[in-house]
């Protein structure tokens, strides 16, 4: 973490748009700026060095050939009042690439360095402007997509969430001063805070700590899901094994080869993941325009999946052939997969209901065995999407559980050790258990409200910023 260095970076969606904001933070920003916007098409200077309150400067800054003079608003925060708790700018142009890549170009020969995902809010993070529940709201507004999800990401960077699980972290450490300046008196029998009083204080504490678990988890549910697809050849039993997975009837069945055709999607809980689950058309070779678009569609969607279930009807006469070919998709399937997303396979048997034992044929006894009639291996097939979300997620975030699961996980442990001081002080079990259990709680709330962190903790937050946050 080289705080020391001025990083630069477009700070706008990288769409056109009117406006674009290039941003810069660091200690030598007031003199990189002074670099840029000394490019002046005319003969006025300006001494940025000179400037010691938050400044804006309207002005024309020439990027040279062959873009020219562009008009530019920069805003300058000298000082440490700012977003990231360092000097920083932002240099408001016109919203077109070219121009805010340029605009980059001019920054980075005048000294600064290109910034990585999320290395400015890490910057305010560190520099106490925000904690991590503000962090993750960061995040939030950069990816809520309705205005609901934007609603409550922005009422936590508002700190409804943070300030609640602070003001407990203080009374926790109030409690812990308390019983521990007990424990030091207890030959004497002098009593600083009483164990009804502890149980009253502890008690209330636990209804706050449910309400921000709560918004928590409302936060991460509603920011991720995975998308799990299903494939394999016509009739395989894609629709019936989804309907059973999704718990409902959104895709139909058939008997007849060739019944899907739209990609029909349905989001379902799976061991406490949420994921999308995608049914596709059956592969095979097309005829017509139709079933040409319907195999396009599902080759994309299969594509873009994060987990993908290759479906074989066990019961099938040639069954080595029908895997042999399957084996062929996968294969293809992973080499054509262009998308940069890490993605499993997952191999299953279905309709095991119609054969004596699928365990017994060789080439599927290490498939997942399944039957949407009677439910048999449904379970596993469950267990197994689960773990692959979890891989697949490790790869992706470098982290087992995005920033909200981890949130909500480290706010569960602070609830278990405040429920067992309560229990600890109802027993009487001594009050040196009490205070080890007191500072547990303390230590994870502090975690969570950005008091206590650790580098894994921020590289796992902040690497999931894009570039510019
Ligand atoms: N016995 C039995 N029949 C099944 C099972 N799963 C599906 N089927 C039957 O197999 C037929 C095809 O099932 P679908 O789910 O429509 O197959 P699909 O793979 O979606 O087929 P397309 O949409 O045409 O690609 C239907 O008659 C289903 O009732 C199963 O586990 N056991
Ligand atoms: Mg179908």
């Known amino acids: 973490m080289h705080l020391d260095e001025t990083i630069v970076a477009i700070a706008s969606p990288t769409s056109p748009a009117v406006r674009g904001v290039v941003r810069l933070s660091g200690d030598s920003t007031a003199a990189v700026l002074g670099n840029v916007v000394n490019l002046i098409s005319g003969d006025t200077q300006v001494d940025t060095s000179q400037i010691s309150k938050p400044t804006r400067l309207d002005l024309s800054i020439d990027l040279g050939e062959p873009i020219g003079p562009v008009d530019a608003s920069v805003l300058l925060w000298p000082n440490r009042r700012s977003y990231t708790g360092q000097p920083s700018a932002e240099i408001h142009t016109y919203g077109s690439l070219p121009i805010l890549t340029a605009m980059v170009d001019a920054c980075l020969n005048a000294g600064a360095r290109a910034a990585r995902p999320g290395e400015f809010t890490m910057r305010a993070f560190l520099a106490g402007r925000m904690d991590l529940t503000q962090a993750e709201a960061v995040l939030g507004v950069i990816e809520a997509e309705s205005p609901g999800a934007l609603d409550s990401a922005l009422g936590q960077l508002a700190g409804n969430l943070s300030k609640p699980l602070a003001t407990i972290r203080n009374d926790l450490l109030n409690l812990l001063a308390d019983v521990e300046a007990g ?9 600083f805070i009483s ?6 204080r502890l008690t209330p504490m636990l209804d706050v700590i449910d309400i921000a678990a709560k918004q928590i988890v409302q936060r991460g549910g509603g920011a991720t899901t995975t998308t799990v697809v299903l494939r394999g050849e016509p009739n395989a039993g894609k629709s019936r094994l989804m309907n059973v997975l999704a718990g409902n009837e959104a895709a139909i069945v058939a008997d007849v080869a060739g019944t899907t055709r739209d990609v029909v999607s349905s989001l379902a809980s799976i061991n406490g993941h949420r994921i999308t689950l995608q049914d596709t058309a059956g592969i095979e070779a097309a005829v017509g325009e139709i079933s040409a678009d319907a195999q396009t569609a599902g080759e994309q969607v299969s594509q873009a999946a994060a987990i993908r279930l290759w ?5 099938r006469q040639d ?20 998308s940069r997303r890490v993605s499993a396979n997952l191999m299953v048997a ?21 039957s949407a009639e009677t439910g048999a291996g449904i379970e596993t097939l469950s267990q197994e999407i689960a773990d692959k979300i979890t891989e697949v997620d490790a790869v992706e975030t470098g982290s ?6 981890r949130c909500g996980q480290t706010i569960q442990q602070s609830r278990q050790a405040i429920e067992a001081a309560i229990r600890l002080t109802q027993n009487q079990s001594g009050h040196e258990f009490v205070s080890a259990e007191l500072r547990t709680a303390a230590q994870a709330i502090g975690e969570v409200t950005g008091e206590i962190y650790n580098e894994d903790i921020l590289d796992r937050v902040f690497g999931r910023f894009c570039i510019g946050k």
């Open 195 to 200: 164990d009804d009083d502890l149980v009253g």
């Open 350 to 370: 279905t309709k095991c209901d119609l054969i004596q034992d699928a365990s017994t044929i060789p080439q599927i006894s290490d498939w997942i065995q399944c």
């Open 319 to 338: 069954l080595p052939a029908a895997i042999a070919w399957i084996d062929q998709q996968v294969a293809t399937m992973n080499q054509s997969s262009r």
């Open 311 to 315: 479906c074989v009807d066990a019961s």
């Open 400 to 405: 087992a559980i995005g920033t909200a699961a």
């Open 183 to 191: 424990l030091d008196f207890v030959d004497e029998d002098i009593e």
